[in-house]
């Protein structure tokens, strides 16, 4: 239909198993895809050996904390670092192994355009046209992600769940616009 494909994948698993399957992945017209980068340096250097390799000009990015998560998981999972932290822990290490951002939640793209860069891009899930969590923790609205800088935006739930979808997608086109 002449999209670009976003292949939200999460990739998480040795860095050989990441190659492997980035380096099939990216010979497809990928606009942008993804891997989790709490699968460490070694693996996020395999998925841009991958991508340069298929000499893809995809946008690579590095999930940081899942936007479902909040404090309390995150302590529950043995984690004794605060989720701010752990993501710009892992967006340096993004930013330090060549991918060209992170997917992180509204609440930290200020921190991370002034400490990484501008022009390090932020992708940032659990968008609402108003503040409704649903399954989401840390979410936030078109207005918040705009004002704090988010370079892409996932919203998808709000439209895909919307009793008329069209009506919805004028709606956030009229935020956006």
């Given at each position: 239909k002449g999209f670009d494909i976003f292949l939200d994948l999460k990739l998480h698993d040795i860095p050989n198993?990441?190659?492997?399957?980035?380096?099939?992945?990216?010979?497809h017209k990928i606009w942008m895809t993804n891997i989790h980068l709490l699968g460490g340096e070694e693996m996020i250097q395999a998925a841009g050996e991958a991508r340069e390799q298929t000499k893809s000009e995809a946008i690579l990015i590095g999930v940081t904390v899942l936007t479902?998560?909040?404090?309390?998981?995150?302590?529950?999972?043995?984690?004794?670092?605060?989720?701010?932290?752990?993501?710009?822990?892992?967006?340096?290490?993004?930013?330090?192994?060549?991918?060209d951002g992170v997917v992180c939640s509204v609440k930290e793209v200020p921190?991370?355009?002034?400490?990484i860069g501008e022009d390090f891009i932020t992708v940032t899930p659990g968008i609402r046209i108003q503040q409704n969590c649903n399954d989401q923790s840390r979410v936030a609205t078109l207005k918040e992600a705009s004002e704090n800088g988010s370079d892409y935006i996932v919203l998808g739930r709000e439209i895909t769940s919307s009793k008329d979808i069209s009506q919805m997608i004028?709606?956030?086109?009229?935020y956006i616009i």
């Open positions: 198993t990441v190659y492997k399957a980035l380096k099939n992945l990216l010979n479902s998560l909040n404090a309390n998981n995150f302590k529950n999972m043995g984690f004794n670092i605060k989720i701010p932290e752990i993501v710009s822990s892992l967006s340096m290490s993004a930013k330090q192994n060549n991918l921190d991370i355009k002034k400490n004028k709606k956030v086109q009229s």
